[in-house]
């Protein structure tokens, strides 16, 4: 190996192999072996810290395909934050696709992308062997086969198709999991929830977990159910502290109710904590009515909703929220609208994506925050009508760099909602406008455009 003759010190094995050739060749022959060996006898061992990992799961869809890959990469690098991310994943997912591994992978804790990743979440947080992927039923005999991120895929989709069954499955496992993960189990209930589930949510009055038992709360609030409370802790009668009741009308006298006027910082914060803690059924109880008309007395416009609309969130029924969702839509669209949008289905959604679109560039921005909003399903009509596109185009016209600097970020939002067609129109009209046709800003527009076409096959819901 050194580069001198070896054929004479060689070991004899080798020599036999070597011995019927030229004298060169039989050096190169020697050569050849030792490289063998060196190879095979001399390769380094593992470090014992190394763990094999098993395959990556093949997801549900298919990767991008390679000539759309630059495009995502370029769209992906160009996104604001975890949320762009985020809706990026969930068009690619819409139109039926997945990012290529090389492209981008979830972190362990991710919680936002599309629920089509949840395998690729499970084999970055585990080390053994692959489990369930989530194609298959979940079953308490397979419980234990399933990671956390597949497992909630699996049970989401039977909490939708069997209520009752998830039901069991829920009251039979979830006892054994710790505290953190049986939240996560059981805040699946949400899904489908109906008076069938009150009998477990009450039995988790007793649970170990604090977390746990304010959930079931809040689950049998939705239902119109009062929270058992210990004599001495009444944290509702103090929250009623905070709540001014009044009258209005001349002719029809009728009870009003709003958040009381507070003269400090911690008021506000203690005020909002108990908005938190308890729930709309025992508060509307305390004034001796029911959640609905305690619901349509309260003047939302004094806070513009921002007290009371996180307890309607999380504790009031779907009627509740649709009536309160409506009022505040026509009443202008608030911020607190937004608290509202986990509970409500794609149609009320879409109501509020085209609300912010007649509030400009501000409601616009607002829409940043939604993530239940179905991906590159509005129309060009829709976007290129509206006021926000319209100011959109002012600002690219704008010889003011402020104006300038809103462009990217409203780009992004019509990316995210436009279909193929109006991604092609906006694109179009934002190069004629003198934005640059190669600025990294339009690359997810461009993306869009390309990802017109769906593959043939079955596309599962990108979210639970």
Not at 254 to 273: C, V
Not at 334 to 360: C, E, K, N, Y
Not at 433 to 439: E, I, K, S, T, V
Request: aromatic content about 6%.
């Amino acid at each position: 190996m050194g580069g001198g003759a070896a054929f004479a010190t060689a070991p004899a094995e080798w020599k036999q192999l070597a011995e019927a050739g030229e004298p060169d060749e039989r050096e190169r022959m020697v050569l050849a072996i030792a490289a063998q060996a060196f190879d095979v006898g001399l390769r380094p061992a593992a470090p014992k810290t190394l763990i094999r990992r098993p395959p990556l799961p093949t997801l549900a869809l298919p990767t991008l395909p390679t000539e759309l890959r630059p495009q995502f990469r370029t769209a992906l690098k160009n996104v604001m934050d975890d949320r762009g991310r985020s809706r990026l994943l969930s068009l690619v997912a819409g139109r039926g696709y997945v990012a290529h591994p090389l492209d981008w992978m979830p972190a362990a804790s991710d919680t936002l992308p599309p629920f089509v990743y949840a395998p690729w979440i499970d084999w970055r947080a585990n080390d053994a062997a692959a489990r369930k992927s989530g194609d298959e039923p979940l079953t308490a005999d397979n419980w234990d086969e399933f990671y956390p991120a597949a497992r909630r895929v699996a049970l989401t989709a039977l909490r939708n198709a069997d209520p009752a069954a998830a039901r069991a499955l829920i009251e039979a496992k979830a006892a054994s999991e710790a505290a953190e993960a049986r939240l996560s189990i059981i805040e699946l209930l949400r899904v489908r929830l109906s008076a069938d589930d009150v009998p477990y949510l009450q039995s988790l009055s007793a649970d170990r977990s604090g977390k746990v038992r304010e959930l079931a709360a809040r689950l049998l609030s939705r239902l119109g159910r009062q929270s058992a409370r210990a004599e001495g802790d009444d944290p509702v009668a103090e929250l009623a502290g905070f709540v001014e009741q009044g009258k209005a009308g001349f002719i029809r006298r009728r009870a009003t109710f709003g958040p009381a006027k507070l003269t400090s910082n911690a008021q506000q914060a203690r005020r909002a904590e108990l908005f938190e803690q308890c729930s709309l059924t025992d508060l509307a109880a305390t004034f001796g009515v029911g959640e609905k008309e305690f619901v349509d007395a309260w003047q939302f416009d004094a806070d513009g909703g921002s007290s009371l609309v996180p307890m309607i969130a999380n504790t009031a029924s779907d009627d509740i929220i649709r009536d309160v969702a409506e009022r505040l839509l026509s009443s202008g669209l608030s911020p607190a609208l937004l608290t509202l949008l986990p509970r409500l289905d794609q149609a009320a959604i879409r109501g509020v994506a085209t609300s912010a679109l007649a509030g400009g560039l501000p409601g616009l921005h607002l829409l940043k925050s939604v993530d239940t909003l179905e991906p590159g399903r509005m129309n060009t009509d829709e976007l290129l009508s509206s006021k926000a596109f319209e100011e959109l185009l002012a600002a690219l016209a704008s010889t003011n760099e402020a104006e300038h600097r809103r462009a990217p970020d409203a780009l992004e939002i019509f990316g995210f909602l436009a279909d193929a067609a109006a991604a092609r129109a906006i694109a179009g009209a934002a190069i004629a406008a003198g934005f640059p046709p190669a600025d990294a800003a339009l690359a997810l527009l461009r993306l869009n455009m390309a990802l017109a076409a769906p593959p043939p096959t079955d596309r599962p819901e990108t979210r639970a």
